[in-house]
Nanobody, 115 residues
Framework: QVPLVESGGGLVQAGGSLRLSCAASRSIFSRSTLGWYRQAPGKQRELVAT???????YYADSVKGRFTISRDNAKNTMYLQMNTLKPEDTAVYYC?????????WGQGTQVTVSS
């Protein structure tokens, strides 16, 4: 069973919005700081945002003010609301715990922002 499953990516024009979802097992969701990561073509994977079980958040400077991370404890699901998207946000987005664990990397979900 895959511990974390991402969904919600797609193609959007610059300035548009998308919401990503990450479904997690109950054991992971309840005890872990969860994070969204992304990897653009030719670049290293980078941390985008994190959220602790208590709701404390962190954002990379590149997305601060545009992206919002949240958790739904009843659904064991984490979200990333992405607004005012830019072409440089184009990447495969992944969820994982923070710090990340190799065993938890999934397929990711592709986000493509056209100019």
């Amino acid at each position: 069973q895959v511990p974390l499953v991402e969904s919600g990516g797609g193609l959007v024009q610059a300035g548009g919005s998308l919401r990503l979802s990450c479904a997690a097992s109950r054991s992971i969701f309840s005890r872990s700081t969860l994070g969204w990561y992304r990897q653009a073509p030719g670049k290293q994977r980078e941390l985008v945002a994190t959220c602790t079980p208590g709701g404390r958040t962190y954002y990379a400077d590149s997305v601060k003010g545009r992206f919002t991370i949240s958790r739904d404890n009843a659904k064991n699901t984490m979200y990333l609301q992405m607004n005012t998207l830019k072409p440089e946000d184009t990447a495969v987005y992944y969820c994982n715990v923070d710090p990340s664990l190799r065993a938890y990397w999934g397929q990711g979900t592709q986000v493509t922002v056209s100019s």
